[in-house]
T-cell receptor, first 113, second 115 residues
């Protein structure tokens, strides 16, 4: 498709399990971003990729969170040993250059039970 | 850390009314953005502002980049039912390396339009 695609749309997991969230950015977009949106809150920055490198991982909440990007395209956000406070919508965005030009995916709603 | 204070948190208006919402910050931002988010979707960019004092329109939407660089407002005129949604302000700041990749978001304004 032409937009940013995220999968799965919804994920319910048991506390303590690992989850992987996938983002397919728009073709040709070198910048990729992950944000987290908790209920009733704005979006919280997690990590920024330029190509396959992540110059800024400062928003990752703990060492249980990690992300990678391969081939300058697909990115995976991994949460290990999920906790209930990890429940949120995880949004991915991509852009050619700056964040102000970014397009967002529809998000993955993660529920940890 | 940097925060954007967005108000009001929610608004209930009648179709046809005008709406105004704003964002303020204690820090200077070099870009101000306004997004709309529908249920189950990601935010969609409505208006981007790049210069202090800039006033930009997009159809019934008008937004301004405050002269102090610490605030912005969004106006929606003659509201219609499809304007319902959550509106977010966001901003970027230049870091020490000259990059502005990080968006800082307000907490959103939930708009309800009664037909």
């Amino acid at each position: 498709g032409a937009g940013v695609s995220q999968s799965p749309s919804n994920k319910v997991t048991e506390k303590g399990k690992d989850v992987e969230l996938r983002c397919d950015p728009i073709s040709g977009h070198t910048a990729l971003y992950w944000y987290r949106q908790s209920l009733g809150q704005g979006l919280e920055f997690l990590i920024y990729f330029q190509g396959n490198s992540a110059p800024d991982k400062s928003g990752l909440p703990s060492d249980r969170f990690s992300a990678e990007r391969t081939g300058g395209s697909v990115s995976t956000l991994t949460i290990q040993r999920t906790q209930q406070e990890d429940s949120a919508v995880y949004l991915c965005a991509s852009s050619r250059r700056t964040a102000s030009e970014a397009f967002f995916g529809q998000g993955t709603r993660l529920t940890v039970v | 850390g940097q925060q954007l204070n967005q108000s009001p948190q929610s608004m209930f208006i009648q179709e046809g009314e005008d709406v105004s919402m704003n964002c303020t910050s204690s820090s200077i931002f070099n870009t101000w953005l306004w997004y709309k988010q529908d249920p189950g979707e990601g935010p969609v960019l409505l208006i981007a502002l790049y210069k202090a004092g800039e006033l930009t329109s997009n159809g019934r939407l008008t937004a301004q980049f405050g002269i102090t660089r610490k605030d912005s407002f969004l106006n929606i005129s003659a509201s219609i039912p499809s304007d319902v949604g959550i509106y977010f302000c966001a901003g970027t700041r230049l870091n020490s390396g000259g990059s502005n990749y990080k968006l800082t978001f307000g907490k959103g304004t939930l708009l309800t339009v009664n037909p």
